[in-house]
């Protein structure tokens, strides 16, 4: 008697969500992908035959190469479910305990054992459903999904083990911290250089466990994706080699080196970005001990002679739209094993295309990517990230990539960040017909400026394009703010529905010419084509808006010294008309 077995586990919120560093977030990630391999592992070991993920999946411990996401389904040609289960249950809670224990060994000195002991074997949660096979594989499945989403709406609720006058941990509250309390029990100073704390940080075991377990590999920082662009721009630069040399002659407790081989795209500069922040070493200084605070002068010149670098960096949220539908159409396990390959090979090929644009992949499992980017990059990896995605997925009724894109400074939360992202990617798939792009642009002050547009009408291009006309002086900077008083009078006086198309591009057109240097004056061709293109007040709002994120892309151009791909794409189609 055969069944279908459908397993989750978690807990999700606690290892992806809550993170102060890229760290927490990508450990958290790559932990909860283990858990789940090590679920998934024992089914098979027990005969079961994965179908998601595929059953080719290198389900190796300690590959982070190879993402898992966190629900598995499975065929049991034999076998009672319910212990199939169980033991995959105790699998996972074994990998668990594995990464736990690493970080008790390297933090024994100031845990307290017994808050420890009270959290570590409640962590973990895991649910599972199973039906048994009857003829049609799309019903069964249904029906183990329905049965596996009830049970996890029926969560086990342990019974609370808080203990009075212990701080909460700092990344969301819902543990009491295991740190001892460092004005009764002084921590060699070692701890916190090694942990990365705040002033006050307080951690439970998971978020102990996310910034200890895994080796003592450090992760690039949001300041070094920032600051990427900068750094490709200034290769060849005398003052630029002369900071490498000195980057190069800091201890790495005083600066982190990145591994060149586990991120090859950060090898002409592999380490922390907060050596290039001119801004940022006050705060440097304040968290070294005071005899090594010298160390870091000889950075100071170099940089000085150098423009610091812009402090915005892009994070990419990336999701399949319609997949309900496409699983739905799967007629067999067959089918939904070639699916499931398909899935793995474009979460493959994911981390490789985040890596040529400069980024860091903090998860791709399935049809979900989450990452990191430079702003110079981040439509360049969107654009390939969708099309890799709708090719590999042509055959199952044309899935296609809905990406998120939130621009925001690197000082921002990353919690808050992420957020964004989230609202960016959801903003995406709320545009008729999905299979949109959503850019969102957080400035430090001020309401987010955003865009959401079908990938059809290439808004990746468009945004491309207007960034480089801003680059070379043919759209004027301050342009879309002399647009938006344009709107306004057409507002006041009552004109905003009834002003016609031929006025409207009039008034644009003499701004522009009003505003534009003599040098972007060669462009205007395709200026006149752009305006050419706002029907209505309305076009020509999401126009200022757009403009107003094309120059935060204009500012990432300048310093990476990018060639200008959609003005001499435009050239190219002009000549060819002609």
């Known amino acids: 008697m055969s069944h279908l077995l459908a397993m989750a586990v978690g807990p999700v919120q606690e290892f992806i969500a809550a993170a102060r560093r890229t760290r927490d977030l990508w450990f958290g990630s790559s932990l909860l992908s283990e858990i789940a391999k090590a679920a998934a592992k024992s089914v098979r070991e027990q005969g079961g035959v994965l179908i998601f993920p595929h ?191 000195a980057c190069e002659k800091l201890p790495r407790d005083i600066l982190q080196r990145l591994d060149k081989t586990a991120f090859p795209q950060f090898a002409e500069f592999p380490y922390e970005g907060t050596a290039i922040y001119r801004s940022r070493h006050s705060e440097w200084e304040e968290e070294l001990e005071e005899h090594d605070r010298p160390k870091i002068k000889d950075i100071h010149d170099p940089l000085q002679r150098l423009p610091e670098p812009k402090p915005y960096l892009a994070v990419l949220v990336a999701d399949g739209d319609r997949m309900g539908a496409a699983l739905a159409a799967l007629e067999s396990t067959a089918a939904h094993r070639e699916f499931s390959q398909a899935l793995a090979g474009f979460a493959n090929a994911a981390r490789t295309i985040v890596q040529e644009h400069y980024g860091v992949l903090v998860y791709a499992g399935g049809d979900d990517v989450l990452a990191f980017l430079p702003v110079d990059q981040c439509l360049r990896c969107a654009r390939a990230l969708h099309e890799d995605f709708r090719q590999r997925l042509a055959n199952y009724g044309h899935p296609t990539l809905s990406v998120g894109l939130a621009i925001g400074h690197f000082l921002e939360n990353l919690e808050d960040l992420l957020d964004y992202g989230r609202a960016a990617e ?30 059809d009408t290439k808004p990746d291009q468009r945004l491309t394009l207007y960034a480089e006309l801003l680059q070379h002086e043919a759209l004027p900077s301050k342009l879309p703010y002399d647009l938006k008083k344009l709107i306004d009078i057409y ?88």
């Open 426 to 455: 959801k903003a995406a798939k709320n545009v008729a017909g999905k299979d949109a792009l959503a850019v969102h642009l957080h400035k430090r002050s001020g309401a987010p400026i955003k865009m959401a547009s079908r990938w």
């Open 55 to 245: 059953p080719d999946t290198d389900l190796t411990p300690g590959d982070d190469q190879v993402n898992v996401a966190n629900v598995i389904l499975a065929e049991l040609p034999t076998g009672e479910p319910r212990d199939v289960a169980a033991k995959a249950k105790q699998a996972a809670q074994r990998r668990w305990l594995e990464f736990a224990g690493e970080a008790h060994r390297e933090a024994s000195g100031i845990i307290r054992q017994e808050i420890w002991d009270d959290q570590v074997e409640e962590v973990i949660e895991f649910y599972a459903a199973w039906v048994q096979r009857g003829g049609n594989y799309r019903e069964d499945r249904q029906r183990v999904m329905r049965l596996l989403a009830g049970r996890k709406n029926l969560r086990d609720f342990e019974q609370a083990k808080g203990r009075a006058g212990v701080p909460k941990s700092s990344l969301d509250g819902q543990r009491e911290s295991v740190f001892k309390d460092p004005a009764k029990e002084p921590w060699p100073e070692r701890f916190r250089n090694r942990l990365r704390l705040r002033e006050g940080e307080q951690l439970d075991v998971v978020g102990l466990v996310k910034r200890l377990a895994g080796g003592h590999q450090p992760y690039p920082s949001l300041d070094r994706v920032a600051a990427d662009p900068w750094v490709r721009g200034n290769q060849g630069k005398s003052n630029f080699d002369h900071l490498k040399a």
């Open 491 to 578: 507002q006041a006086e009552g004109w905003q529905d009834i002003v016609r198309r031929q006025a409207l591009q009039k008034d644009a057109l003499r701004i522009i010419a009003d505003k534009q240097p003599r040098a972007g004056r060669r462009y205007m061709a395709q200026v006149r084509g752009i305006v050419g293109e706002l029907n209505t007040v309305a076009d020509l709002r999401h126009f200022c808006d757009e403009l107003l994120i094309a120059r935060q892309l204009a500012d990432a151009f300048d310093q990476s010294r990018r060639e200008p791909t959609e003005l001499h794409r435009a050239a190219r189609e002009r000549e060819a008309v002609a």
